[in-house]
């Protein structure tokens, strides 16, 4: 078995959850629950990934992967099922291009909540401002291309603007992103019915 640092509350595990259960590799991962913070370091992680990072998965002949997008690199590799990133060309680009998409909205809401989450006084007024207008922002750009998302056959990039989208309603519950954004909202509605996104679910714990 191959064994993941993981949490259900960290949207990048949930990424590399997801794509497991899309391909059918999610048997063969032993979940080992991992508390991470940025404020603090795991010792019994550290070895294993010294950036202190979830997901990171050791594989059976005692290699080690992170982050999120290299293990979805290796799992196309070794699921034999249509890979999840194209080998090459235009498409290959446009999944990375997504991907990126995907991936940085996640880095701005994990620095949106740290900053929220701070103790008054420590927090940036400054900070908070610019992560909401660049989130905002994102919202509706995503809206402006999601024509173009797959709804069928989920690439990299659709996985993680997916994951992306739902830690926004974990974290960020508040705000009605669906009524400024309907067809987005109708996508991620979709994705999220998907038998490995309900496998997947975020939980508080
Ligand atoms: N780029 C990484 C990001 C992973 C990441 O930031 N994970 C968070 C949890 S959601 C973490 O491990 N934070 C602990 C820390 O920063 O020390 C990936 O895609 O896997």
Aim: glycine share 6%.
């Amino acid at each position: 078995m191959m064994k993941l640092h993981w949490s259900p509350r960290s949207p990048y595990v949930r990424k590399v959850m997801l794509a497991a259960h899309e391909l059918g590799l999610a048997d063969r991962i032993e979940r080992l629950r991992t508390v991470v913070a940025m404020s603090s370091a795991n010792a019994e992680l550290i070895p294993d990934n010294p950036l202190n990072k979830i997901p990171t998965l050791v594989l059976e002949d005692g290699r080690v992967l992170f982050d999120s997008y290299v293990i979805l690199e290796y799992f196309d590799q070794i699921s034999g099922r249509r890979p999840l990133i194209p080998a090459d060309g235009d498409a290959r680009l446009a999944a990375l291009r997504l991907h990126a998409l995907g991936s940085g909205f996640l880095d701005l809401l994990i620095l949106a909540r740290n900053e929220r989450d701070r103790p008054e006084g420590q927090k940036s007024q400054a900070h908070m401002e610019a992560f909401a207008f660049k989130r905002a922002a994102t919202l509706r750009h995503l809206e402006s291309e999601v024509a173009t998302f797959a709804t069928d056959a989920i690439g990299i990039g659709e996985i993680a603007i997916g994951c992306a989208l739902a830690y926004s309603d974990f974290r960020f519950a508040a705000d009605p992103w669906r009524d400024r954004h309907p067809r987005l909202a109708l996508w991620h509605e979709a994705f999220e019915a998907r038998p490995a996104a309900r496998a997947s679910q975020f939980k508080d714990g």
